[in-house]
């Protein structure tokens, strides 16, 4: 009932509102774009699009005073009296007359200076005036591709039938465009609540735009803004460090109050820092507008050139508070040749701003959707939407949603599962995908020759995969469900094994998922899987240094997992598993072909007869927690999305117990926990922390496939981004426990606070990391690690790789050495 009374009173409010509407041009007659226009004296505004049109509703219907307010030209007040629903006003503005009595050089008399201290004085004043507000929200949002070639490196770009056809035949279009009207309310810091009222994305029935407010907050009252990278506002505290600054001219609002137009200088080119203008109100000190870039290798994102935001703000004499009534952000990227850009504008209205706020009124739900938010239909759009589209959109809307009548309908999918599922005689060697894009499921082939699967180890030698594979989807309701086998060979062992996985998705609002495998595999001692199959391929056939220690496991097991509450998920385990030894099979190599492997018993690598354990099988159960504290989501009729709070840490539990079958010795239990937590220190960078600590009961006789292994490294090849999880120079298997454990990893990494500032290493526009690793055990002396590095290297755009010196100390003995992280291996594994 309640959702029928606001959709009826937000329907009775259009009806009530004239229209009016128009071309704003310069002298010359060029539109000019993004003016803002907003009725005088009230929070009721929009902005035009890029070709100068523009829409506004005016609630009282009489006489009225339109303004129109575009940096550069003289502010506009034009009175009306709407004689019909809607009212054609065209508007030509003229350039403004600055005026500055005085260019004064001498930076000790600095009047841009003099005015930005004020502005720092005055922040938390002018910040606290709006710090908390109900308000109308319109985002439109557009993503533009030029030039997509039609293969990167060879290799064909495949971007679906649907994609495709939104491009040119030179490779341009628009892959994106969406609008959303929501009601926010909204607290300093960082209380939100936002309701979607409705939301479009071209060409996609589903239309659940995710251009909401909770993503499009930059206030630079603060001392930072979030662009991944803390970028310093040019009023923040410490700013006069970061920036020079101008006052290049004046002129007085259509209030009589004097604008100073600040030019802000970056002091060193590599810090996050923006450049541009701010425009400050003399006598208060708060912003009356920002027309400021921030180019992308200051924000450590080399694909971005540069990215615009400009900000506007209104003056309501009644509370005597300036608030922000428009917002764009223009970016452009590119790499391969490819040029994207970026085009996002915000429209804020009808403010309300209360001096408190009720104690129920904030909740972990951020945002969330009226019903049928998604079906609006276009007489309502038009209606409504703030910023006339331009032709070019216009033509989007149209195309796409003609396009997707016809994609939905049977005639389409066939056509198009027909193209695709075609056989060709090579896919028995390469592979096979069959697809009901009506019925919605699939089915796979991965080939007799899947060479993206071929590996190499001293038990098995060369082996790969192949298999099946079987899903089906439900794009409503979340369930999905998917049944896969994968068959592995290995050619010197002659050993052909199988596993088989099920899995089914319950839905997208508690993620509740079952998972059933079964079959035998080889499985490394340390479950965590330290060295990549991959890297251990590298390794062993060039520098004959077999590191993977694997057994043969044969196991049902059966998992459960569902967020049980707001914030903490819950996941279950049973499992029988029969372990028997392996031994290495092959002494292949390419390189070191006298060289000897150690073998496959990480206890005795020198000892080629015995096993590190005997065969034996068992049952186990396990049941893990994720906690993540402060916990935020955003509800959607499709699902619930969940943002973990960045303020606390996540909290990660674990009992493991385990059942002899044949022995009573294996039997075991253990607890567990672990501590995740990104502290940021503002623009001085990032502390990452993981702390895990567990304890073993009656486990003296274990298996050591059981005990607890922590992930070494002796490759010198670092495959993550983040050192939070390992150790790199440990032996992957000589601290292995069946006791208590305590250990902790930490990373700092500058983010250019101090990289920036150093001559020539800053022309790297690399990071610096500083790390420390510990792990305490009570039957042997504490091992440690100290490292630092640089991070974020590369050529061009590609920072894929980082360098590490790392001393490490246990029991008297120190090692040093140099890891090279090789961040592409992410994605080849």
């Known amino acids: ?249 004046t002129f007085t609002d259509e209030h009589n109050q004097q604008i100073n137009k600040i030019k802000v200088i970056p002091k060193r080119d590599k810090e996050p820092v923006f450049e541009g203008y701010i425009y400050i109100v003399d006598d208060s000190f708060a912003i009356y507008a920002v027309e400021l870039d921030l180019k992308g290798y200051r924000m450590k994102n080399e694909f971005t050139e540069i990215m615009t935001l400009k900000q506007s703000f209104t003056y309501n004499p009644k509370n005597k508070i300036w608030a922000k009534n428009t917002q764009s952000l223009f970016f452009k990227a590119g790499g391969f040749g490819i040029k994207f850009s970026g085009n996002f504008n915000y429209i804020y209205s009808n403010y309300e701003f209360p001096h408190s706020f009720e104690k129920k009124t904030f909740g972990n739900e951020i945002v969330s959707f009226e019903a049928n938010a998604n079906k609006k239909d276009n007489a309502f759009w038009n209606e409504i939407r703030p910023i006339p589209l331009t032709i070019e959109e216009s033509n989007d809307y149209t195309k796409k949603d003609s396009l997707l009548t016809i994609r939905k309908s049977q ?98 609002i508690n993620s509740a998922t079952i998972w059933i495998s079964g079959g035998t595999k080889v499985a490394q001692f340390n479950s965590a899987e330290p060295i990549t199959k991959f890297v251990n391929s590298i390794s062993s056939l060039f520098f004959k240094d077999n590191y993977m220690k694997l057994y043969n496991l044969e196991f049902a097991q059966i998992n459960y997992s569902q967020d049980v509450a707001n914030g903490i998920n819950l996941n279950a385990k049973a499992a029988y598993e029969q372990r028997k030894p392996l031994f290495n099979t092959t002494d292949y190599s390419l390189f070191k072909k006298d060289d000897v492997y150690s073998s496959n018993n990480p206890l005795a690598p020198f000892d ?130 069946n006791d208590s454990y305590f250990e902790m990893h930490s990373e700092y990494n500058d983010t250019g606070f101090i990289m920036n500032k150093i001559p020539l290493l800053n022309l790297l526009k690399s990071t610096m990391n500083l790390g420390f690793h510990s792990l305490a055990l009570p039957d042997r002396r504490p091992y440690t690690e100290f490292t630092v590095g640089l991070d974020n290297l590369g050529f061009g755009k590609f920072k894929l790789f980082r360098v590490d010196y790392v001393h490490s100390y246990q029991s008297g003995i120190q090692q040093n050495g140099v890891i090279f992280g090789l961040k592409i291996l992410n994605v080849l594994d």
């Open 1 to 249: 009932m309640k959702n029928y009374t606001l959709l009826a009173f937000l329907f009775f409010s259009i009806a009530n509102f004239a229209q009016i509407k128009g071309t704003i041009t310069d002298e010359k007659g060029n539109p000019l774009p993004f003016v803002s226009v907003f009725e005088d004296n009230t929070y009721r505004g929009t902005t035009s699009n890029e070709q100068g049109d523009y829409q506004l509703n005016v609630k009282e219907i009489g006489k009225n005073k339109i303004v129109f307010q575009y940096l550069g030209f003289k502010t506009q007040k034009i009175s009306i009296t709407p004689e019909n629903k809607t009212q054609l006003l065209n508007v030509t503005m003229q350039e403004e007359s600055f005026t500055l009595n005085e260019v004064v050089i001498d930076p000790k008399n600095n009047p841009a200076n003099a005015i930005i201290k004020s502005a720092i004085r005055n922040k938390k004043e002018n910040s606290e005036k709006t710090a908390r507000y109900t308000a109308d929200f319109y985002s439109k949002g557009m993503f533009k591709i030029k030039d997509l070639p039609k293969k990167i490196l060879g290799q064909k770009v495949d971007l679906g039938e649907d994609m495709a056809s939104n491009l040119d035949s030179t490779g341009s279009g628009i892959l994106y465009l969406s609008e959303t009207i929501s009601k926010l309310t909204f607290e300093k810091p960082n209380k939100l609540k936002e309701k979607i009222i409705a939301s479009k994305i071209s060409g996609n029935s589903n239309g659940f735009s995710y251009n909401t407010a909770s993503l499009s907050t930059y206030d630079f009252y603060e001392n930072t803004i979030d662009f991944d990278v803390k970028i310093i506002s040019p009023i923040a505290d410490n700013a006069f460090n970061y920036y020079k600054y101008q006052l290049e001219s």
């Open 411 to 508: 005639k389409y999918l066939d056509s198009v599962d027909t193209k695709h599922n075609k056989f060709k005689v090579w896919d028995i060697l390469t592979g096979y995908d069959y697809k009901n894009s009506s019925k919605k499921y699939s089915l796979g082939y991965e080939g007799l020759l899947n060479l993206g699967s071929l590996s190499f180890n001293t038990v098995q030698g060369f082996n790969f995969d192949s298999g099946f594979s079987f899903r089906k989807w439900n794009d409503e309701n979340g369930k999905s469900t998917s049944v896969k086998t994968t068959f592995n060979y290995g050619f010197s062992d002659q050993r052909f094994r199988v596993t088989g996985d099920f899995s089914h998705r319950f839905n997208n």
């Open 608 to 737: 080629f007869i015995t096993s590190a354990f005997d065969q034996h099988h068992l049952f186990k159960a396990s049941l893990n927690a994720r906690i993540n504290f402060g916990n935020k989501y955003i509800s959607r009729p499709d699902g619930r999305f969940n943002i973990r709070n960045e303020k606390y840490p996540t909290l990660l539990l674990a009992f493991e117990k385990a059942f002899a079958v044949n022995e009573k010795k294996y039997e075991f239990e253990r607890i567990g926990a672990s501590v995740i937590y990104d502290l940021s220190l503002s623009n001085k960078g990032l502390l990452g922390i993981n702390l895990k600590a567990g304890k073993f009961f009656n486990a003296e006789n274990i298996s050591f496939i059981d005990y607890r292994h922590f992930n070494g490294n002796q490759t010198h090849i670092g495959t993550s981004d983040r050192y939070l999880n390992v150790f790199n120079l440990m032996p992957y298997y000589t601290n292995s426990t």
